[in-house]
């Protein structure tokens, strides 16, 4: 079997061979039409007929893995990609440390390991449904494109972790598999799995944030199962960051580009006046930082309790590791080791050492804030270019929080706990209000001249794929 190239000849493309496994390719040939009812349901709205140069997965090797070409997004090839297997891949953490990698599930882990795939899988349809109407409001035919490639690339982690359920979970990954296409994001019925992804993405600011943060955390929490003893998911998930970390660019550009066509504007007019550059059309470098403190907090809320016995399980088990694991200088057991969390004491935050095995989410936190602060320089660099006295900052990490026990407190951005009354008097300081988000609805209007990009943002350095500025990148039907 060919594992480095995707075989499109087949209904369903994959490297795993899979008209060579009957059971798993009728379960899934059963799941397809679920899943393209939902695309067309869920899917970007308004944009199903509509030809789109996107990139598609043709092989799993870093040197040249994928094409570009136009194609209709309900025909998008949606594939089963997993990395290549390393000849003689140990566990590299907990108990089994060291120990060959499993190539099916031991018995005792199907219960939790069921549950961490499917919540990964959970979140990829959601992020879909949040971004469904960003189309309406594309920047650009540049951004517009952009959005679809993330939207059918979350698709296509949807059957990643599909594919887990139905071949090693039997008829409960069958199930399984099914509600994945039944949970909707912010339905009050039936919610998708986690807070932030019943969060509303009404704008591209937004939608940046998202990419620039939750993506980020959905990199940390792949890594952290890609050093997983079970060595399908593990291939699963190295493959699957290989396509995040395009989201992640789409998000940093972005609000990089934000920036830079804010920072034009006060440059040009000598102004760091609000009520002028508003009436500019552009964002005012204080509402940017509103919505970085929103998403940041609700990014921070993904990874779960500070301290966790369920953490510790799953270490121990050897079902998720650290995010570098290979790469720590430790004995990957933590036996006796200790970590700091936050604590609530006399009214201010504290440090108390907890046991590192429960404090395994706190610090997959603490990565994710080392891991985006070099994007959030990099925005600033941007600013300093322009010699504009502003810098953008992360919150402190119990900013907002919503919960664990830091959830109980008021906290300001600066990491003071506040009274209930400070907080109501400058939660509009630190939180986007209800003015900040009218004027940002208010400058989203779709811009699908190629070439051609609304007010508020700036081109990019370079097209996709190297194309031109003027590309079509969306052909409308």
């Not at 369903?12 to 899934?28: F, Q, Y």
Request: charged share 25%.
């Amino acid at each position: 079997m060919d594992i480095i190239n995707v075989d499109y000849r087949e209904k369903i493309p994959n490297n795993v061979n899979l008209t060579e496994d009957r059971r798993v390719l009728k379960a899934l040939e059963g799941w397809h039409p679920g899943y393209l009812d939902w695309w067309r349901d869920m899917g970007p709205e308004g944009f199903q007929e509509s030809l789109v140069y996107l990139r598609t997965a043709v092989s799993v090797d870093p040197k040249g893995w994928a094409k570009f070409d136009y194609v209709k997004m309900p025909e998008y090839r949606w594939g089963i990609l997993l990395a290549p297997q390393e000849e003689g891949r140990t566990i590299p953490f907990g108990r089994h440390y060291g120990e060959p990698a499993w190539q099916d599930i031991p018995g005792e882990y199907r219960a939790m390991l069921r549950r961490l795939v499917v919540i990964q899988g959970d979140t990829e349809p959601a992020s879909v449904e949040q971004q469904r109407h960003l189309g309406k409001t594309a920047p650009s035919l540049y951004d517009m494109r952009n959005v679809f490639q993330v939207n059918v690339e979350e698709g296509r982690h949807l059957w990643a972790m599909v594919y887990i359920l139905q071949k090693y979970f039997g008829r409960d990954g069958r199930e399984e598999a099914g509600e994945l296409l039944q949970r909707r994001s912010g339905s009050a019925d039936k919610p998708r799995m986690l807070g932030a992804f019943n969060e509303a993405t009404p704008d591209w600011l937004s939608f940046f944030m998202f990419t620039f943060f939750t993506d980020r955390d959905g990199k940390m929490q792949l890594e952290s199962l890609a050093q997983s003893g079970f060595d399908p998911l593990s291939r699963t998930c190295r493959f699957m960051l290989t396509e995040e970390a395009h989201h992640m660019f789409v998000g940093e550009s972005g609000i990089g580009r934000i920036v830079q066509r804010t920072c034009e504007a006060m440059t040009a007019g000598k102004t760091d006046d609000v009520a002028q550059l508003r009436a500019q059309g552009v964002i005012d470098l204080p509402t940017i930082q509103r919505y970085l403190n929103f998403h940041f907090s609700v990014t921070m809320d993904l990874f779960g309790s500070d301290v966790s016995s369920n953490a510790a399980t799953f270490y121990t088990s050897g079902l998720k590791g650290r995010f570098d694991e290979t790469k720590i200088d430790d004995d990957h057991l933590l036996a006796g080791a200790t970590y700091p969390v936050l604590e609530i004491r006399d009214d201010r935050l504290a440090t108390s050492q907890a046991p590192a095995l429960n404090a395994l989410n706190e610090k997959l936190r603490d990565d994710f804030i080392r891991d985006a602060a070099a994007g959030i320089e990099r925005w600033n660099k941007v600013i300093e270019k322009h010699g504009i006295p502003f810098r953008l900052k992360a919150p402190h990490k119990a900013f907002h929080r919503r919960i664990g026990p830091l959830a109980a407190a008021q906290i300001a951005p600066d990491g003071t706990v506040v009274s209930p009354a400070e907080w109501a008097a400058n939660a509009d300081r630190w939180l986007p209000s209800t003015d900040d988000q009218a004027f940002v609805a208010s400058l989203m209007g779709r811009v699908v001249e190629p070439g051609k990009f609304a007010n508020w943002i700036a081109p990019p350095s370079r097209g996709v794929d190297n194309k031109p500025a003027d590309f079509e990148y969306v052909r409308f039907a």
